[in-house]
T-cell receptor, first 114, second 115 residues
Framework: DTAVSQTPKYLVTQMGNDKSIKCEQNLGHDTMYWYKQDSKKFLKIMFSYNNKELIINETVPNRFSPKSPDKAHLNLHINSLELGDSAVYFC?????????????FGPGTRLTVT | AQSVAQPEDQVNVAEGNPLTVKCTYS??????LFWYVQYPNRGLQFLLKYITGDNLVKGSYGFEAEFNKSQTSFHLKKPSALVSDSALYFCAVRHGAGGYNKLIFGAGTRLAVHP
């Protein structure tokens, strides 16, 4: 019973290609997130959706487009991949309301752009 | 602006000794603070949080953290370290209210526990 799952785990592709990463959570959470972890392990939020509505967009290049078909899924599509996009991308989810604000993370997708 | 600092890139501890991983924060309003652990090639796992109440918060795997408002700190502690505790530890502060729930992470501290 994986709580937050991501596919694929590894993604190797060439510059200029378009790729997608998928995320699903079975925790019944309302809010989902995408984070990017760079080579120095620094974590930064990219996007957040609450009940399929975009609520956080952290000045990410518009080559990155998140899509949430329903509140259990949040996908990330990346156009025209660049070398600098190489990173580990983490999906996370949380309850938006109440006192339980912790986020639960997926296992990550390691993207390598060559 | 909300921010988190983890002043140590790495902490080295002998197995069985107490460990402390430091975190200081800067927030406007009440701080909501978190610790996460990341094992190699894995996602982040939630350890514990401070929202309100007792300054000493207990979490998973025997970890605890002490909230100190005057020093704006939230240090992670464990009385007796295990080799299996070796991992990357992140402190985070929550920014926002209601559905606007963004975590701002520190740079991470690598904990190495030696046998």
């Amino acid at each position: 019973d994986t709580a937050v799952s991501q596919t694929p785990k590894y993604l190797v592709t060439q510059m200029g290609n378009d790729k997608s990463i998928k995320c699903e959570q079975n925790l019944g959470h309302d809010t989902m997130y995408w984070y990017k972890q760079d080579s120095k392990k620094f974590l930064k939020i990219m996007f957040s959706y609450n009940n399929k509505e975009l609520i956080i967009n952290e000045t990410v290049p518009n080559r990155f487009s998140p899509k949430s078909p329903d509140k259990a899924h949040l996908n990330l599509h990346i156009n025209s991949l660049e070398l600098g996009d190489s990173a580990v991308y983490f999906c996370a989810s949380s309850q938006a309301a109440g006192t339980s604000y912790e986020q639960y993370f997926g296992p990550g997708t390691r993207l390598t752009v060559t | 602006a909300q921010s988190v600092a983890q002043p140590e890139d790495q902490v080295n501890v002998a197995e069985g000794n107490p460990l402390t991983v430091k975190c200081t924060y800067s927030v406007s309003g009440n701080p909501y603070l978190f610790w996460y652990v990341q094992y190699p090639n894995r996602g982040l796992q939630f350890l514990l949080k401070y929202i309100t109440g007792d300054n000493l918060v207990k979490g998973s795997y025997g970890f605890e953290a002490e909230f100190n408002k005057s020093q704006t700190s939230f240090h992670l502690k464990k009385p007796s370290a295990l080799v299996s505790d070796s991992a990357l530890y992140f402190c985070a502060v929550r920014h926002g209210a209601g559905g606007y729930n963004k975590l701002i992470f520190g740079a991470g501290t690598r904990l190495a526990v030696h046998p």
